[in-house]
């Protein structure tokens, strides 16, 4: 017996004389004496309870390293195509109301905004998908853009014959939406409540007043930041709010300012707070930030941030480092853009030539499949041994595609995981002490 391939070990944590050991494949954590560690390291666990060892066995212990990666990479391939869940991300329009100073697609912005005759296509894909097989069991809708809520009358028109089809196949769902946070408010989160019970809003503000008018200004010249806060101190009490903060070296030290307003605005324990570096696409073609986190010493700013984060009463939201496996490069996932052209993530949308197919064509699913497997490659072999392979399995392929040229390339990002992770295990798990 020895310790899993896929786990991470931090020294002197919490204490000196104590080893965290932390399972990238169940995020498992455990802390142990030294002593224990060296001892279950030879194999020894006599004196143990029969529930630590079973508890050991199941996160951090195997009997065959050859036998336990093979368990990962065939997880991985059923998590790429489970087909109980179907993820559906529809781009109502590619406009938007702000003129962010980072936007990831300046130069390649249009104003597009999906049409009817587009959206009765996706339905009738969908409808397709829903009579598949065994069927879904699970729908997430996601709403994107652009500024998705520039084309509420398409939301208007997909949303209650999205829900009649989930009525119709016995189908859960959930609705997601991703905005800038002017145009949701609690009158329109009440009516799209009346068809989704369950309504998730990922809303961006990146600091207080003059930093948020600053990096995400209103094209129209207004405020944006008093609207998107008034926002979401009402959608708080109707639905799941997520506020992502685009952290770069201008904002960082604007965090702990932004979390003071949250904190009087009555926002705690009321909703989730992302940080998420803002990072360069490395595309002449996309508009380059440079504001950028771009080596180690760099992701300090994050460290930081997180344990700010902590001190001001917020709980750390799950991780959002690690390009996984199954995101946009699965076949339970499909954006559909505004013209009907469909990709496996929203980063495609960017690039025709990563196209599945159009749902204007009435493609076949066994097409639309094939053609997503060929996104879904096989592990890299220098991937095998990493510790990060059951959460990264080579990286995200569209920043493979964007940085590398080829989508199925390899993008490594160990040196950035191996710096960031132990932190963050540290601050989430150990009671959010900074003592620890």
Sequence with gaps: MQFSTYMLRINSFPRPDYTCLFSTKTSAVIALKDTVYERISRGDLNGFTDDTVSMLR?????????????????????????????????????????????????????????????????????????????????????????????????????????????????????????????????????FLLGYFQHINALISIDGPVDVQNHRRPSIDGTCSYTPVLRNVVELSSLINVTLKINLDRENSESFSPLLDDLLSSGLHNKIRVLIEPVTDTHNPTVHCVQNTFTNLLDYKFLVDAWERQIDKGFELSDINIVEGSTCGNSLNSITCNTDGSMYSCTGMCRTTKLQLANVHNNPPLEDVKERMQSYIRATFKECLACPYLPMCNGGCRTQAYIRNGDINSRLCRRPQYDYLYPEYIKLKYHKYSKKS
């Design 58 to 190: 199941r996160h951090f212990l195997i009997d065959d390293q050859e036998r336990e990666t093979a368990e990962v990479l065939d997880g991985i391939k059923v998590r790429a195509s489970k087909s109980s869940m179907f993820n559906l991300t529809i781009v109502t329009t590619t406009d938007c109301n702000f003129a962010c100073k980072y936007c990831a697609i300046e130069g390649l912005k249009s104003c597009d905004y999906m049409s009817e005759e587009t959206a009765d296509d996706i339905l009738a894909f969908l409808e397709k998908k829903c009579g598949e097989g065994k069927g879904i069991e699970q729908l997430n809708v996601y709403y994107y853009g652009g500024e998705p809520l520039l084309n509420k009358k398409i939301i208007d028109y997909l949303t209650p014959r999205i829900k009649e089809l989930c009525t119709r196949y016995s189908i859960r769902s959930t609705l997601n939406i991703t905005t800038n946070g002017v145009y949701l408010d609690a009158a329109y989160a009440q």
